[in-house]
C-alpha cells in the first residue's frame, strides 16, 4: 500500500466519520404518484449547526421524523453517527434531544416535572434539571403547570426537555416558531454557546432564512422534497457574490430608464425606490458618486441582503 | 431480556410521573367504594326488606359481597377500565407525547405494555377496593342492623383472593381489547363511546339471547355469577382462560400496529410479519377452541349414592325410593350422619327421594353408573341440600330453568283469539321449537352439559308441556266454539307423535301423567266420577310394566283419598288383580289393611308418651274421654299453622267431655319442650316415646295429622280435615251430640 492511498483512505475515512448524520437517496411518500422526499442526500458534520431551510410543505418535518425513526425508514438510507439509524433504535435516543413538531410537553404537568419524565426515561440524573430550566430561564416558573405557559414559555421548555442530559445531536423542528424578536434571539444565543461550549451538533429547521442564516455553519435548502442546495455558509456566499443595493430617489421612473439605458440591471420597486443590481459589493461607492453627479436626489441607499432573494428564487423554481 | 425488563420498568415509572395529578388510581379506588357504599346506606336504612329469618350458618362477609358482585362486575369496573384506558392514552394523545416517546431510550414494547401495566394496577386497585370496601361495610352494616345468629364473621381471606385473582384476570380480555381502541383512536370521546356503547348493549341484550362465552363482558360477568368458581376444582374457569387468550392476542394486535404505523406494514409488509400474524391467529383460535369446548362427566362402572348430614340431630336409616311408584330401591345405613351404598340393579334416569328417618325427604337425579354425593343441612328444623357428583350439570340445568313468561299460555288462560285456531297452533309449535332446542345449549361455569339421556328427557317433558297447553286449548274450544270443528295442523300432530303413551320413562311426571290420562279418557263420555274414568282407563291398557305401575300409582291414590270402607274395597276388588306384578299387587293389599285397620270402629293402637314433666302418659288414660290428636313437628311449618286453630278448639270446647293432644314427633326432645312451654295449657302436650312405631301404627306419612278417637279407645277418623276447615268442627260438635253451627 502506498502512503498517498493511505493518506486518501484516512482522508475518506476521517471525513465519513466528520458526519454526524447521513442519508443516502432517502424517499418517502404516502402514495405512488404523490412523493414528499426525493433523492435526499444530506450531510451534517460533526459540530456543525445545520440549517435545515425549506418553505412550508417542503418536506421539512417529514425529513425531521426520518431523521429520528417517528417514520419508519425501511431502505435503511439514513446514518447517524456513522451506522445505519434504524439498528440503533432507541438506544441512541440517549445521546440524542429532539424536539420534533413542537411542542410536545404534558400541559397538565409542571415544567419541573415535564422535565423530570425526560430524566428519567433516559436515565439522567434529576439534578440536571435545574441547570437546563436555568439556561431556559425558566427556573421561576419551573412549579407551574405547563398549561400555564405563554408560547414561548413552551417552546423554551421543550427546547430544555431536547438539551436535557447533554446530547451529542440535537434536533430542533421550527424552535423559534411563534416567538418573538427578542426571544428568537435568546434561543439563538442560547443554541450557539451550547454548540460552542459543549461542542454539539445542531439540526435545525426553520421556514425562514433570516431566524438562522446568523447562527448557522452548515445550510441544506430543500424544496418540494428536493435538496436544493447544501454547504457551508462560506460557500454560500460565494457562490452568490453579486450585490443588490436600493436607493429612495425622486424621479426614480425616470431615473430607472437612464440606467437601464446605460446597461444597468433595475427594478422599480415603489414609486420612489430602485432595485439596482451591481457586480460586486466595491462598485457601490463609485456607482453613487457618478448618480450624486448626474444631479439625483438620493435620500437612502441599502444594501438589500442577497441571500434572502436567493432564497426565494430557490425556492420556487 | 433482562435489559428490556428493566426498560419496561423504566417506562413504567415514566407513566407513574406523567400521570401524576390525573387522578387515576384516586378513580379506582372510588369506583371499588361505589356500590359498597351505596348498598351499607340502603341496608341500614332499609332493614324490613332484607330481614328474614335463616336457618343455616353461613359466612356474612361472603353473602354480602355476593349481594354487590353483579353490580360491580356487569357494570362498574368495566365503566372502570373503559374510562381508565382511554385517559391514559388520552395523556400522550393530546399532547403530542406518542412521538415523544419514540425520540427516547423506550423501547416500543415498554412504551405500549407501560401503559397497560398502569392500567393494571388501576384495576388492581379497584378491585382490591372493592373488596375491602365490602368487607368493611359489611362490619358497618352490623354495628346498625343486629346479625342473624347463625351467620359467621369470620374474614374468607382465600376466598377473597380467589376472587381477586379470578377478576383481575376476566378482566385482562377486556383491558387489552380497550386500550387497543384507546391508542388506535385518538379522540378519546369515540374510544369511550364505543366501549359504553358494547356495555350497555351487552346489558340489553344479555337476558335476551344467549351471549358468546368469548365477549369480554360476559367473561366479567360471569365471575359473579359462578362466585365460588369452578365445580371441578379449576382455578380458573375456562371463560376466564379465554381472557388470557383474548388479551394475548389484543396486545399482539395493538403493540404491532402501534409499532409498525399501519395494519399493511404491521400484518402483510415481508414474509416474516406475514407468517407471525398468522400463526398468532391461529394459535388463538385454536386455543379458544380447545378451551371451549365441551365436557361430560365420566361414568362410573358403579352406582354410588353417598351423602352426609349436617345436624345436630343423630339420624339412623334412610330409603331410596321412587317418588310415584314408592318402590324401594335401596334402604341406607346411617353412621355418624354419614351413608354410602352401591346399587347393582339397572336404574333408569329420575328424580328418586331419599326419606331420611321417615320424615326428611331429599331429592335426587340419577340413573345406573352416577356417582351422587348429597351435602345435606338440617338446621334449626330447616333442610337444605346441596348435591355433587356425576349429575351437576343436570342439577345446575334444573336450577337455572325458570319460568318465562309466554304469550301463547296467556291466550289460552284468557281465551284471547281462540277464533284462529291455525294461529294459535303455529305460535305453540314456534314456542314449543325454541325451547326444545334451548334445552340443548345448557352449559355449565366449567362447560359441562347434562348427559344425553336427561336432555332427551327433557325434551320430552317440555314436549308433553306443549301438547298439555294444546289440550286445553282444544278443550276451550270445543266450550267456546261447539260447532266449529278444529283441524290440527301438521306440525303439532308432528308434535303428538313425539310422545307415546306408553313411556315409561315419563311415568314419574305429573304432567305426562296429565296428558296420559286426558288422551286415554277423551272419548270416555260417560257422567261418572274423573278419577274413576282414569283408573278404569288405565286398567283396560294392554298388561305391561307400565300398566301396572300407573295402576298402582292410582289405585293408592284412590285408597287413600275413598271416604268410606266399602268405596276402599270396591277399588281393591274390582283393580287390585289387574296388577299382574307381584310386589306392587301385594303392597296395594297392605296399603288397603292399614287403612281398614285404621278405619271407624277398629281399637286405636297404642301411643306411650311423655308429658313435659317427664312423666309417662299413655292414650289408654283418656278412656271415656273424646281424644283428639294433633301429630306434629317443631320444624314443620305446616303445623304451627295449624296449631293456634287447634288450640282454638280446645278452648272453645273445654267443658265438654274431650281432651286436646299435641303429639311431637320431634327428634330433638328439648326443642319440643321449648316450643311446648310457650303453648295453651287447654291442650295437653306430649312428646312421642317412639316415633317410629306411632308412624307405622297410624300410617303417618305427612304431618300434621289430625286424630280423633272415641270413649271407648276406638278409632273415629284417623285422618281429620285441618282444623282450618269448617268440617273439622262439624265432625266434633257431631261426636259431642252439639247441634249444628247455624
Same mark, same amino acid.
Given at each position: 500500500?502506498?502512503?498517498?492511498?493511505?493518506?486518501?483512505?484516512?482522508?475518506?475515512?476521517?471525513?465519513?466519520?466528520?458526519?454526524?448524520?447521513?442519508?443516502?437517496?432517502?424517499?418517502?411518500?404516502?402514495?405512488?404518484?404523490?412523493?414528499?422526499?426525493?433523492?435526499?442526500?444530506?450531510?451534517?458534520?460533526?459540530?456543525?449547526?445545520?440549517?435545515?431551510?425549506?418553505?412550508?410543505?417542503?418536506?421539512?418535518?417529514?425529513?425531521?421524523?426520518?431523521?429520528?425513526?417517528?417514520?419508519?425508514?425501511?431502505?435503511?438510507?439514513?446514518?447517524?453517527?456513522?451506522?445505519?439509524?434504524?439498528?440503533?433504535?432507541?438506544?441512541?435516543?440517549?445521546?440524542?434531544?429532539?424536539? %420534533?413538531? *413542537?411542542?410536545? $410537553?404534558?400541559?397538565?404537568?409542571?415544567?419541573?416535572?415535564?422535565?423530570?419524565? !425526560? =430524566? /428519567?426515561? +433516559?436515565?439522567?440524573?434529576?439534578?440536571?434539571?435545574?441547570?437546563?430550566?436555568?439556561?431556559?430561564?425558566?427556573?421561576?416558573?419551573?412549579?407551574?403547570?405547563?398549561?400555564?405557559?405563554?408560547?414561548?414559555?413552551?417552546?423554551?421548555?421543550?427546547?430544555?426537555?431536547?438539551?436535557?442530559?447533554?446530547?451529542?445531536?440535537?434536533?430542533?423542528?421550527?424552535?423559534?416558531?411563534?416567538?418573538?424578536?427578542?426571544?428568537?434571539?435568546?434561543?439563538?444565543?442560547?443554541?450557539?454557546?451550547?454548540?460552542?461550549?459543549?461542542?454539539?451538533?445542531?439540526? %435545525?429547521? *426553520?421556514?425562514? $432564512?433570516?431566524?438562522?442564516?446568523?447562527?448557522?455553519?452548515?445550510?441544506?435548502? !430543500? =424544496? /418540494?422534497? +428536493?435538496?436544493?442546495?447544501?454547504?457551508?455558509?462560506?460557500?454560500?456566499?460565494?457562490?452568490?457574490?453579486?450585490?443588490?443595493?436600493?436607493?429612495?430617489?425622486?424621479?426614480?421612473?425616470?431615473?430607472?430608464?437612464?440606467?437601464?439605458?446605460?446597461?444597468?440591471?433595475?427594478?422599480?420597486?415603489?414609486?420612489?425606490?430602485?432595485?439596482?443590481?451591481?457586480?460586486?459589493?466595491?462598485?457601490?461607492?463609485?456607482?453613487?458618486?457618478?448618480?450624486?453627479?448626474?444631479?439625483?436626489?438620493?435620500?437612502?441607499?441599502?444594501?438589500?441582503?442577497?441571500?434572502?432573494?436567493?432564497?426565494?428564487?430557490?425556492?420556487?423554481? | 431480556?433482562?435489559?428490556?425488563?428493566?426498560?419496561?420498568?423504566?417506562?413504567?415509572?415514566?407513566?407513574?410521573?406523567?400521570?401524576?395529578?390525573?387522578?387515576?388510581?384516586?378513580?379506582?379506588?372510588?369506583?371499588?367504594?361505589?356500590?359498597?357504599?351505596?348498598?351499607?346506606?340502603?341496608?341500614?336504612?332499609?332493614?324490613?326488606?332484607?330481614?328474614?329469618?335463616?336457618?343455616?350458618?353461613?359466612?356474612?362477609?361472603?353473602?354480602?359481597?355476593?349481594?354487590?358482585?353483579?353490580?360491580?362486575?356487569?357494570?362498574?369496573?368495566?365503566?372502570?377500565?373503559?374510562?381508565?384506558?382511554?385517559?391514559?392514552?388520552?395523556?400522550?394523545?393530546?399532547?403530542?407525547?406518542?412521538?415523544?416517546?419514540?425520540?427516547?431510550?423506550?423501547?416500543?414494547?415498554?412504551?405500549?405494555?407501560?401503559?397497560?401495566?398502569?392500567?393494571?394496577?388501576?384495576?388492581?386497585?379497584?378491585?382490591?377496593?372493592?373488596?375491602?370496601?365490602?368487607?368493611?361495610?359489611?362490619?358497618?352494616?352490623?354495628?346498625?342492623?343486629?346479625?342473624?345468629?347463625?351467620?359467621?364473621?369470620?374474614?374468607?381471606?382465600?376466598?377473597?383472593?380467589?376472587?381477586?385473582?379470578?377478576?383481575?384476570?376476566?378482566?385482562?380480555?377486556?383491558?387489552?381489547?380497550?386500550?387497543?381502541?384507546?391508542?388506535?383512536?385518538?379522540?378519546?370521546?369515540?374510544?369511550?363511546?364505543?366501549?359504553?356503547?358494547?356495555?350497555?348493549?351487552?346489558?340489553?341484550?344479555?337476558?335476551?339471547?344467549?351471549?358468546?362465552?368469548?365477549?369480554?363482558?360476559?367473561?366479567?360477568?360471569?365471575?359473579?355469577?359462578?362466585?365460588?368458581?369452578?365445580?371441578?376444582?379449576?382455578?380458573?374457569?375456562?371463560?376466564?382462560?379465554?381472557?388470557?387468550?383474548?388479551?394475548?392476542?389484543?396486545?399482539?394486535?395493538?403493540?404491532?400496529?402501534?409499532?409498525?404505523?399501519?395494519?399493511?406494514?404491521?400484518?402483510?409488509?415481508?414474509?416474516?410479519?406475514?407468517?407471525?400474524?398468522?400463526?398468532?391467529?391461529?394459535?388463538?383460535?385454536?386455543?379458544?377452541?380447545?378451551?371451549?369446548?365441551?365436557?361430560?362427566?365420566?361414568?362410573?362402572?358403579?352406582?354410588?349414592?353417598?351423602?352426609?348430614?349436617?345436624?345436630?340431630?343423630?339420624?339412623?336409616?334412610?330409603?331410596?325410593?321412587?317418588?310415584?311408584?314408592?318402590?324401594?330401591?335401596?334402604?341406607?345405613?346411617?353412621?355418624?350422619?354419614?351413608?354410602?351404598?352401591?346399587?347393582?340393579?339397572?336404574?333408569?334416569?329420575?328424580?328418586?327421594?331419599?326419606?331420611?328417618?321417615?320424615?326428611?325427604?331429599?331429592?335426587?337425579?340419577?340413573?345406573?353408573?352416577?356417582?351422587?354425593?348429597?351435602?345435606?343441612?338440617?338446621?334449626?328444623?330447616?333442610?337444605?341440600?346441596?348435591?355433587?357428583?356425576?349429575?351437576?350439570?343436570?342439577?345446575?340445568?334444573?336450577?337455572?330453568?325458570?319460568?318465562?313468561?309466554?304469550?301463547?299460555?296467556?291466550?289460552?288462560?284468557?281465551?284471547?283469539?281462540?277464533?284462529?285456531?291455525?294461529?294459535?297452533?303455529?305460535?305453540?309449535?314456534?314456542?314449543?321449537?325454541?325451547?326444545?332446542?334451548?334445552?340443548?345449549?345448557?352449559?355449565?361455569?366449567?362447560?359441562?352439559?347434562?348427559?344425553?339421556?336427561?336432555?332427551?328427557?327433557?325434551?320430552?317433558?317440555?314436549?308433553?308441556?306443549?301438547?298439555?297447553?294444546?289440550?286445553?286449548?282444544?278443550?276451550?274450544?270445543?266450550?267456546?266454539?261447539?260447532?266449529?270443528?278444529?283441524?290440527?295442523?301438521?306440525?303439532?300432530?308432528?308434535?303428538?307423535?313425539?310422545?307415546?303413551?306408553?313411556?315409561?320413562?315419563?311415568?314419574?311426571?305429573?304432567?305426562?301423567?296429565?296428558?296420559?290420562?286426558?288422551?286415554?279418557?277423551?272419548?270416555?263420555?260417560?257422567?261418572?266420577?274423573?278419577?274413576?274414568?282414569?283408573?278404569?282407563?288405565?286398567?283396560?291398557?294392554?298388561?305391561?310394566?307400565?300398566?301396572?305401575?300407573?295402576?298402582?300409582?292410582?289405585?293408592?291414590?284412590?285408597?287413600?283419598?275413598?271416604?268410606?270402607?266399602?268405596?276402599?274395597?270396591?277399588?281393591?276388588?274390582?283393580?287390585?288383580?289387574?296388577?299382574?306384578?307381584?310386589?306392587?299387587?301385594?303392597?296395594?293389599?297392605?296399603?288397603?289393611?292399614?287403612?281398614?285397620?285404621?278405619?271407624?270402629?277398629?281399637?286405636?293402637?297404642?301411643?306411650?308418651?311423655?308429658?313435659?314433666?317427664?312423666?309417662?302418659?299413655?292414650?289408654?288414660?283418656?278412656?271415656?274421654?273424646?281424644?283428639?290428636?294433633?301429630?306434629?313437628?317443631?320444624?314443620?311449618?305446616?303445623?304451627?299453622?295449624?296449631?293456634?286453630?287447634?288450640?282454638?278448639?280446645?278452648?272453645?270446647?273445654?267443658?265438654?267431655?274431650?281432651?286436646?293432644?299435641?303429639?311431637?314427633?320431634?327428634?330433638?326432645?328439648?326443642?319440643?319442650?321449648?316450643?311446648?312451654?310457650?303453648?295453651?295449657?287447654?291442650?295437653?302436650?306430649?312428646?312421642?316415646?317412639?316415633?317410629?312405631?306411632?308412624?307405622?301404627?297410624?300410617?303417618?306419612?305427612?304431618?300434621?295429622?289430625?286424630?280423633?278417637?272415641?270413649?271407648?279407645?276406638?278409632?273415629?277418623?284417623?285422618?281429620?280435615?285441618?282444623?282450618?276447615?269448617?268440617?273439622?268442627?262439624?265432625?266434633?260438635?257431631?261426636?259431642?251430640?252439639?247441634?249444628?253451627?247455624?
Amino acid at each position: 500500500m502506498n502512503l498517498g492511498f493511505f493518506l486518501t483512505f484516512t482522508y475518506i475515512n476521517t471525513f465519513k466519520m466528520e458526519n454526524i448524520i447521513q442519508t443516502s437517496n432517502l424517499n418517502f411518500h404516502y402514495s405512488k404518484h404523490k412523493s414528499i422526499i426525493e433523492n435526499l442526500s444530506i450531510n451534517v458534520p460533526k459540530g456543525s449547526i445545520y440549517g435545515f431551510l425549506g418553505p412550508n410543505g417542503a418536506g421539512k418535518s417529514t425529513t425531521m421524523r426520518l431523521l429520528t425513526g417517528i417514520i419508519p425508514d425501511d431502505k435503511n438510507a439514513i446514518k447517524i453517527f456513522g451506522s445505519e439509524l434504524n439498528e440503533q433504535i432507541p438506544f441512541i435516543f440517549s445521546k440524542i434531544g429532539a424536539l %420534533v413538531e *413542537s411542542p410536545a $410537553l404534558y400541559l397538565h404537568l409542571s415544567g419541573y416535572n415535564n422535565l423530570l419524565y !425526560i =430524566a /428519567k426515561v +433516559k436515565n439522567i440524573n434529576p439534578d440536571k434539571i435545574d441547570e437546563v430550566l436555568e439556561l431556559v430561564e425558566l427556573t421561576y416558573a419551573k412549579n407551574q403547570k405547563a398549561k400555564q405557559y405563554s408560547l414561548g414559555m413552551k417552546q423554551r421548555l421543550a427546547i430544555a426537555m431536547a438539551l436535557l442530559g447533554e446530547p451529542e445531536l440535537l434536533f430542533l423542528d421550527e424552535p423559534v416558531n411563534g416567538l418573538d424578536p427578542n426571544g428568537i434571539v435568546e434561543i439563538r444565543k442560547l443554541l450557539i454557546k451550547i454548540n460552542k461550549e459543549k461542542g454539539v451538533t445542531i439540526f %435545525v429547521s *426553520s421556514h425562514l $432564512l433570516s431566524e438562522i442564516e446568523k447562527m448557522c455553519t452548515h445550510i441544506g435548502i !430543500i =424544496a /418540494k422534497g +428536493k435538496l436544493k442546495f447544501e454547504g457551508t455558509m462560506n460557500q454560500l456566499s460565494t457562490s452568490f457574490n453579486t450585490c443588490k443595493i436600493e436607493i429612495t430617489i425622486d424621479n426614480a421612473s425616470d431615473w430607472q430608464k437612464k440606467l437601464n439605458e446605460n446597461g444597468v440591471k433595475t427594478q422599480l420597486n415603489e414609486a420612489n425606490k430602485i432595485a439596482v443590481l451591481l457586480n460586486t459589493k466595491e462598485e457601490i461607492p463609485t456607482f453613487i458618486k457618478k448618480l450624486i453627479n448626474e444631479g439625483a436626489l438620493l435620500y437612502e441607499v441599502k444594501i438589500l441582503e442577497g441571500l434572502e432573494e436567493w432564497f426565494m428564487n430557490l425556492i420556487e423554481n | 431480556m433482562k435489559n428490556s425488563v428493566n426498560n419496561l420498568f423504566t417506562a413504567i415509572q415514566g407513566e407513574h410521573i406523567k400521570k401524576r395529578g390525573s387522578g387515576l388510581y384516586t378513580m379506582s379506588l372510588i369506583f371499588g367504594l361505589i356500590i359498597p357504599l351505596l348498598y351499607s346506606i340502603i341496608y341500614i336504612f332499609n332493614q324490613e326488606a332484607t330481614a328474614k329469618p335463616v336457618a343455616f350458618s353461613f359466612n356474612i362477609f361472603t353473602k354480602h359481597l355476593n349481594d354487590i358482585f353483579d353490580s360491580f362486575t356487569v357494570f362498574i369496573f368495566p365503566l372502570l377500565i373503559i374510562l381508565i384506558t382511554s385517559k391514559i392514552a388520552q395523556l400522550d394523545h393530546k399532547n403530542g407525547g406518542w412521538q415523544l416517546m419514540e425520540t427516547t431510550p423506550l423501547q416500543k414494547t415498554s412504551i405500549y405494555l407501560s401503559k397497560f401495566c398502569v392500567v393494571l394496577i388501576a384495576n388492581s386497585i379497584a378491585i382490591f377496593s372493592f373488596l375491602f370496601f365490602s368487607v368493611l361495610s359489611t362490619l358497618v352494616i352490623y354495628l346498625f342492623v343486629e346479625a342473624p345468629e347463625v351467620a359467621e364473621f369470620n374474614l374468607p381471606f382465600l376466598h377473597l383472593l380467589h376472587i381477586f385473582i379470578r377478576l383481575f384476570i376476566a378482566s385482562l380480555f377486556l383491558t387489552a381489547f380497550q386500550y387497543f381502541l384507546a391508542v388506535k383512536i385518538s379522540s378519546y370521546i369515540w374510544s369511550v363511546l364505543i366501549g359504553f356503547f358494547l356495555l350497555i348493549g351487552f346489558l340489553i341484550v344479555s337476558s335476551l339471547v344467549t351471549i358468546p362465552d368469548w365477549f369480554p363482558f360476559e367473561i366479567l360477568k360471569r365471575v359473579a355469577k359462578y362466585p365460588e368458581g369452578s365445580q371441578v376444582e379449576n382455578w380458573l374457569l375456562f371463560t376466564e382462560k379465554i381472557s388470557i387468550i383474548g388479551a394475548a392476542f389484543f396486545l399482539f394486535l395493538g403493540y404491532y400496529w402501534y409499532s409498525f404505523k399501519s395494519i399493511f406494514r404491521a400484518f402483510f409488509y415481508s414474509k416474516k410479519r406475514l407468517v407471525i400474524s398468522l400463526l398468532v391467529t391461529a394459535i388463538t383460535v385454536f386455543s379458544y377452541l380447545f378451551l371451549s369446548q365441551t365436557h361430560q362427566v365420566m361414568l362410573n362402572k358403579k352406582t354410588i349414592i353417598a351423602g352426609e348430614i349436617k345436624s345436630e340431630t343423630k339420624f339412623k336409616k334412610a330409603y331410596l325410593i321412587h317418588p310415584i311408584i314408592e318402590d324401594t330401591l335401596a334402604a341406607l345405613e346411617i353412621r355418624n350422619n354419614k351413608f354410602h351404598t352401591v346399587l347393582s340393579n339397572k336404574i333408569p334416569l329420575d328424580n328418586y327421594k331419599i326419606i331420611i328417618d321417615n320424615s326428611l325427604p331429599v331429592d335426587l337425579l340419577f340413573a345406573s353408573n352416577d356417582s351422587i354425593f348429597a351435602s345435606i343441612e338440617f338446621m334449626n328444623n330447616e333442610l337444605k341440600t346441596e348435591l355433587f357428583g356425576s349429575r351437576f350439570p343436570e342439577n345446575d340445568y334444573q336450577k337455572s330453568n325458570s319460568v318465562s313468561w309466554s304469550y301463547l299460555s296467556y291466550q289460552i288462560n284468557e281465551s284471547v283469539n281462540l277464533d284462529n285456531p291455525k294461529k294459535i297452533q303455529e305460535e305453540l309449535f314456534d314456542e314449543w321449537e325454541d325451547k326444545y332446542n334451548a334445552a340443548n345449549t345448557f352449559k355449565t361455569a366449567d362447560n359441562y352439559t347434562p348427559k344425553q339421556d336427561f336432555i332427551e328427557k327433557e325434551k320430552k317433558l317440555i314436549t308433553v308441556e306443549y301438547l298439555n297447553l294444546l289440550n286445553q286449548f282444544l278443550d276451550k274450544r270445543k266450550a267456546l266454539f261447539p260447532n266449529d270443528k278444529t283441524v290440527l295442523i301438521d306440525d303439532v300432530k308432528f308434535l303428538k307423535s313425539k310422545i307415546t303413551l306408553q313411556d315409561e320413562s315419563l311415568i314419574g311426571n305429573e304432567n305426562y301423567l296429565s296428558y296420559l290420562l286426558y288422551e286415554l279418557t277423551k272419548q270416555d263420555s260417560r257422567d261418572i266420577d274423573k278419577n274413576l274414568k282414569e283408573i278404569d282407563a288405565i286398567s283396560t291398557l294392554e298388561p305391561s310394566q307400565f300398566k301396572n305401575r300407573l295402576l298402582y300409582y292410582y289405585l293408592k291414590n284412590n285408597i287413600k283419598e275413598a271416604n268410606s270402607s266399602e268405596n276402599r274395597l270396591q277399588l281393591v276388588e274390582n283393580y287390585a288383580n289387574k296388577i299382574t306384578d307381584s310386589k306392587l299387587n301385594k303392597s296395594i293389599l297392605h296399603l288397603f289393611k292399614t287403612y281398614e285397620r285404621l278405619g271407624r270402629g277398629k281399637i286405636a293402637d297404642e301411643i306411650l308418651a311423655t308429658n313435659l314433666d317427664s312423666k309417662p302418659i299413655s292414650l289408654s288414660n283418656f278412656k271415656g274421654k273424646y281424644v283428639v290428636i294433633d301429630v306434629w313437628a317443631t320444624w314443620c311449618g305446616p303445623c304451627r299453622y295449624q296449631s293456634p286453630y287447634f288450640e282454638k278448639m280446645a278452648i272453645k270446647y273445654k267443658k265438654e267431655n274431650i281432651q286436646f293432644i299435641a303429639l311431637s314427633t320431634d327428634k330433638d326432645v328439648k326443642k319440643w319442650f321449648v316450643s311446648a312451654q310457650l303453648k295453651s295449657k287447654s291442650v295437653l302436650q306430649l312428646h312421642a316415646n317412639d316415633i317410629g312405631k306411632l308412624g307405622k301404627d297410624y300410617n303417618i306419612e305427612s304431618i300434621p295429622r289430625f286424630i280423633l278417637i272415641d270413649t271407648e279407645g276406638k278409632i273415629y277418623n284417623s285422618n281429620m280435615p285441618f282444623p282450618t276447615e269448617a268440617t273439622f268442627e262439624m265432625i266434633l260438635r257431631k261426636v259431642l251430640n252439639l247441634k249444628e253451627l247455624e
